[in-house]
């Protein structure tokens, strides 16, 4: 797809632009009205594309489970190996449409991997995760990222030492939540390993107080991410933190998204592997 358009609909899915000025845009680029219209469902994600694990996998146990964070419930969606045997624990952190399937998927394929995922709804103080993409980025605006990554640190440690857990606890998270899981690496010092996949880094002067192991993944044409790599790299060699950071050349934002029309399998498929290579290491007992 035209990078244009990509770039465009990146600015829209962040805030940038308002629906209407994005059709209006959309329909300068494509020629005409009729023609951003068309482009429109080529667009959003689809969500028929997200179960790569069955929801009833039978290697897998699955449920909804709820924690307190400073007095609100938040439901996640929990999927771990099937047993008793105790398995290091993974938050997962959605992008900003909620939890949706796309996300739970993902919590299974690290269930698959070995590890007790919990998948957040960080929207849960507001209703919880909606159907509809557009109200759910809308919800997720009206959050406050303070407050929000404090709750996804009290995942750390109340789910961290859940039932069947092992006690070492990692955290990964994508776009939105991968901002937000480098918040809980600057605030929570019990979390032991981070994953960012494309991720609004913290500022240089928070990052002494990061505890965790990190592993951070960039698209190579996410301009507005990227832009933030050379300061937060430089904090994290200066304060001699543990991390690696992965740019792939020629990819988008959101290109792990496997339903979204960003997605790049090859990029993927790498940083899923390393991703998995890097937890098992950080997280083994």
Same mark, same amino acid.
């Given at each position: 797809?035209?990078?244009?358009?990509?770039?465009?609909?990146?600015?829209?899915?962040?805030?940038?632009?308002?629906?209407?000025?994005?059709?209006?845009?959309?329909?300068?680029?494509?020629?005409?009205?009729?023609?951003?219209?068309?482009?429109?469902?080529?667009?959003?994600?689809?969500?028929?594309?997200?179960?790569?694990?069955?929801?009833?996998?039978?290697?897998?146990?699955?449920?909804?489970?709820?924690?307190?964070?400073?007095?609100?419930?938040?439901?996640?969606?929990?999927?771990?190996?099937?047993?008793?045997?105790?398995?290091?624990?993974?938050?997962?952190?959605?992008?900003?449409?909620?939890?949706?399937?796309?996300?739970?998927?993902?919590?299974?394929?690290?269930?698959?991997?070995?590890?007790?995922?919990? !998948?957040?709804?960080?929207?849960?103080?507001?209703? &919880?995760? $909606? #159907?509809? =993409?557009?109200?759910?980025? *809308?919800?997720?605006? +009206?959050?406050?990222?303070?407050?929000?990554?404090?709750?996804?640190?009290?995942?750390?440690?109340?789910?961290?030492?859940?039932?069947?857990?092992?006690?070492?606890?990692?955290?990964?998270?994508f776009c939105w939540g991968g901002g937000m899981v480098n918040r809980v690496a600057v605030i929570e010092p019990s979390?032991?390993?981070?994953?960012?996949?494309?991720?609004?880094?913290?500022?240089?002067?928070?990052?002494?107080?990061?505890?965790?192991?990190?592993?951070?993944?960039? !698209?190579?044409?996410?301009?507005?991410?990227?832009? &933030?790599? $050379? #300061?937060? =790299?430089?904090?994290?060699? *200066?304060?001699?933190? +543990?991390?690696?950071?992965?740019?792939?050349?020629?990819?988008?934002?959101?290109?792990?998204?496997?339903?979204?029309?960003?997605?790049?399998?090859?990029?993927?498929?790498?940083?899923?592997?390393?991703?998995?290579?890097?937890?098992?290491?950080?997280?083994?007992?």
């Amino acid at each position: 797809m035209n990078q244009q358009i990509i770039d465009l609909y990146d600015r829209f899915t962040h805030g940038e632009l308002s629906r209407r000025a994005f059709v209006e845009r959309l329909a300068e680029i494509a020629g005409s009205t009729a023609a951003a219209l068309a482009l429109l469902p080529l667009l959003t994600n689809e969500y028929a594309r997200a179960e790569t694990v069955a929801a009833n996998d039978p290697r897998l146990d699955t449920n909804t489970v709820y924690y307190k964070a400073a007095g609100t419930e938040i439901a996640t969606y929990l999927a771990r190996p099937k047993g008793e045997a105790p398995c290091p624990t993974v938050i997962v952190v959605h992008e900003n449409r909620g939890l949706n399937p796309h996300i739970k998927d993902i919590a299974r394929r690290l269930a698959l991997a070995g590890f007790c995922a919990f !998948a957040v709804d960080m929207l849960s103080p507001l209703g &919880g995760t $909606p #159907a509809d =993409e557009d109200k759910a980025r *809308a919800m997720i605006a +009206k959050l406050d990222p303070k407050e929000t990554a404090h709750h996804i640190a009290s995942a750390v440690t109340v789910l961290g030492h859940a039932p069947g857990a092992s006690g070492k606890v990692g955290a990964v998270g994508f776009c939105w939540g991968g901002g937000m899981v480098n918040r809980v690496a600057v605030i929570e010092p019990s979390l032991n390993a981070a994953v960012a996949y494309y991720g609004v880094q913290p500022p240089a002067t928070d990052v002494p107080k990061i505890k965790a192991a990190l592993l951070l993944h960039y !698209a190579g044409l996410d301009e507005r991410i990227d832009a &933030g790599i $050379p #300061a937060f =790299e430089a904090a994290l060699k *200066a304060n001699h933190k +543990k991390f690696e950071i992965d740019v792939y050349p020629g990819v988008n934002h959101a290109f792990n998204n496997d339903t979204s029309s960003r997605y790049d399998k090859a990029a993927a498929g790498l940083a899923w592997q390393r991703t998995i290579a890097f937890l098992k290491r950080e997280l083994a007992a």
